[in-house]
């Protein structure tokens, strides 16, 4: 079998050597060109420094995995001026220290940006081609600069490096839908300067945070200041199913009077079981340093909750009880084992790439 053909061309490489067995196919590998071009400063090198053995995983055949095993050299770079003095062969095959060829990492990349880093592992690991996440979220090449232009109507938000404890502050172009700076905290300073360089601004939107109003005012003070419509929409949300929650009872007798022939149902969500001992001491916590006269962003400093947890133990009378851990559903898991049994079947039916 020509297994050459299957190769990228002008790859300068030969196939040595196959072996096909019930889940792999491993190819051999050889480069064929007998110099190579140096990477910085671009002169011929042909003086072979040593040889090593690379893996890469290529496009999937017939069901079965792809492994190529590559004799790579590396090489002495001899122009006196150049500061590289050895230098690894460069593949048509493959950039440098990458596993995956660079049509399986173009395959892999296209998917990570349709499906999502996590999702396409999982349907990678079906299709034999096992991924991790981390792996496939570097797959993805750079996206254009997408600061650049002027930035009429300004989106800012924060979000967390790790929740709790450290925020930042994303900054959306309202009028193209995309992200295009992050900054690394939530400090006016930091925004002030970000503002006071597009002084094109007119309309910023923004929640509520103290320290987004000040800095809209400093950095921006051309630009009206609009409460954005997902905060709004999250706040009187939030105070809607408080004051529900408050007359769930009162309501619910109301309802059970006037309609006595219907069996009124206790969804899942709102089954509570006995408060864990670590809800108990937070709520504890929380009540001792409210009767101190503590407000609640003293209280989020002094205990490290999230400001969420403070707002919401502060306006219980009772330690708040735990809903029953419920199994995360994936859109995925009514056809998992169908895809399963297929792959184990050997009919390799189910290949999504
Ligand atoms: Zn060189």
Redesign the pocket.
């Known amino acids: 079998m020509d297994y050459q053909a299957f190769l990228p061309d002008p790859a300068n490489l030969r196939v040595n050597d196959a072996h096909i067995s019930p889940k792999t196919v491993w190819l051999e590998i050889a480069s064929t060109a007998s110099t190579c071009l140096?990477?910085?400063?671009?002169?011929t090198?042909a003086r072979v420094h040593s040889r090593y053995q690379r893996v890469l995983k290529d496009l999937a055949c017939f069901g079965r995995r792809v492994r190529l095993h590559l004799g790579v050299r590396r090489f002495f770079?001899?122009?006196a001026s150049?500061?590289?003095r050895i230098?690894c062969e460069r593949l048509v095959l493959a950039a440098p220290r990458q596993r995956l060829t660079r049509r399986l990492a173009q395959q892999v990349a296209c998917i990570t940006l349709e499906a999502g880093a996590a999702c396409s592992a999982r349907c990678l690991a079906l299709i034999g081609q096992p991924v991790s996440p981390d792996t496939l979220l570097r797959s993805v090449p750079e996206s254009p600069d997408a600061s650049s232009g002027p930035v009429r109507h300004l989106g800012i938000d924060d979000w967390a490096w790790r929740k709790g404890q450290r925020y930042g502050t994303i900054l959306v172009d309202l009028d193209r839908h995309q992200a295009i700076d992050l900054l690394p905290d939530r400090e006016v300073k930091t925004l002030v300067s970000w503002l006071q360089a597009h002084p094109e601004l007119e309309i910023i939107t923004r929640d509520r945070l103290g320290a987004y109003q000040e800095a809209a005012t400093l950095g921006a003070p051309q630009a009206l200041q609009v409460a954005d419509r997902w905060h709004l929409l999250k706040n009187l949300w939030e105070t809607l199913e408080r004051f529900l929650q408050r007359l769930h009872q009162p309501l619910l007798e109301v309802f059970r009077k006037t309609n006595p022939q219907h069996r009124v149902p206790v969804p899942e969500s709102s089954r509570i079981c006995p408060p864990t001992p670590r809800t108990q001491q937070r709520f504890q916590t929380i009540q001792d340093l409210k009767s101190l006269g503590d407000s609640p962003g003293q209280i989020t400093q002094r205990t490290g909750f999230s400001r969420v947890t403070v707002r919401k133990y502060l306006h219980l009378k009772a330690s708040p009880g735990q809903p029953p851990r419920r199994r995360r559903t994936r859109l995925i898991d009514p056809h998992r084992e169908w895809l399963t049994a297929q792959w184990d079947a050997g009919t390799r039916n189910a290949t999504l790439v």
């Open positions: 140096c990477p910085t400063c671009g002169h090198a770079c001899d122009t150049c500061p590289q230098f």
